[in-house]
């Protein structure tokens, strides 16, 4: 039964993936990777996070990419040829990538974790993924890395502002190295 | 399943990630392509947590998703700020910082 989710899950996540690169709308893209985190989550929960599987959920699939859409809908539909790269990254990319999934491979198969051949353990701590044991291990042993990734946030909010925020039109005000 | 699975699923999709980024020219793909990395990482790192049975894994998962947030809001401000400086929303046209 789990093999069965497993591969369901696995398949769903992969297409997705597959889909967000090879579509030539980026709107559609945009849609695909929400199919890919949908299924991401399912794998999400058989390795026992489910606190956060629903947290990709609410976060990813549901705020992160309403913004995608939205600004996707905004630049508009610009529709690129599919694989109309630059000439050397077209050849050169994907041998890049393929090289390095079998690096990462031989680094999985041959690290002689003898664990890696298991589910895991059997008896996990109870409430193991639970919100209630996430939000424990956070608020006490993690606090600096929570106020940090909240600063973080703040700056990045203060950051998109500055970047997007509407220009003044008066074009005797433009800033530095505007629009010439 | 054993938790060598979950991680060659994980390093299948931070492959198809990174070649998204190479070979795509539209920063919002670029930006999707990226996150498609993040998630890989995510799931390597949840698949370890399960494996070694200790919940570190998961608050550090979280804390990937706050960055990636965090990177997200200012790719797409970058966007959006390209956009209306009517730049052209192309990767490879951007050259004036190359050396």
Not at chain 1, 14 to 19: P, S, V
Not at chain 1, 30 to 57: E, K, S, T
Not at chain 2, 58 to 77: D, P, S, T
Request: glycine share 10%; net charge negative; hydrophobic share 60%.
């Amino acid at each position: 039964m789990e093999q069965v989710a497993f591969f369901f899950g696995a398949l769903g996540a992969l297409g997705g993936a597959i889909a967000v690169v090879a579509v030539k709308n980026p709107f559609y893209s945009v849609l695909a990777l929400v199919i890919h985190l949908v299924f991401l989550a399912g794998i999400f929960l058989l390795l026992m996070a489910q606190f956060l599987a629903a947290a990709l959920i609410v976060v990813y699939a549901g705020a992160v990419m309403v913004l995608y859409v939205f600004v996707a809908a905004y630049v508009g539909g610009i529709e690129e040829p599919k694989w109309d790269s630059s000439p050397e990254l077209k050849v050169i990319g994907p041998i890049l990538a393929v090289a390095l999934f079998i690096a990462i491979s031989i680094a999985i198969l041959g690290s002689g974790l003898s664990a890696l051949g298991t589910p895991g353990p059997d008896e996990v701590p109870s409430g193991f993924g639970t919100p209630e044991a996430v939000g424990h291990l956070m608020m006490e042993d993690f606090l600096i890395a929570f106020e940090a990734a909240s600063l973080l946030l703040l700056i990045a909010a203060v950051g998109a502002i500055v970047l997007a925020g509407r220009r003044r039109e008066d074009p005797n005000k433009l800033p530095k190295g505007g629009e010439s | 399943m054993d938790i060598e699975w979950y991680l060659v699923l994980s390093a299948l999709l931070f492959t198809i990630g990174l070649i998204g980024v190479l070979v795509r020219r539209n920063p919002v793909v670029i930006l999707l392509c990226l996150e498609l990395m993040l998630s890989a990482g995510a799931l390597a790192m949840l698949a370890f947590s399960r494996m070694l049975g200790n919940q570190d894994g998961q608050v550090f998962v979280l804390i990937v998703l706050v960055v990636a947030a965090c990177e997200v809001v200012v790719g797409l401000g970058l966007v959006v700020a390209m956009y209306r400086r009517r730049l052209p929303l192309d990767v490879d046209e951007m050259k004036e910082l190359k050396g």
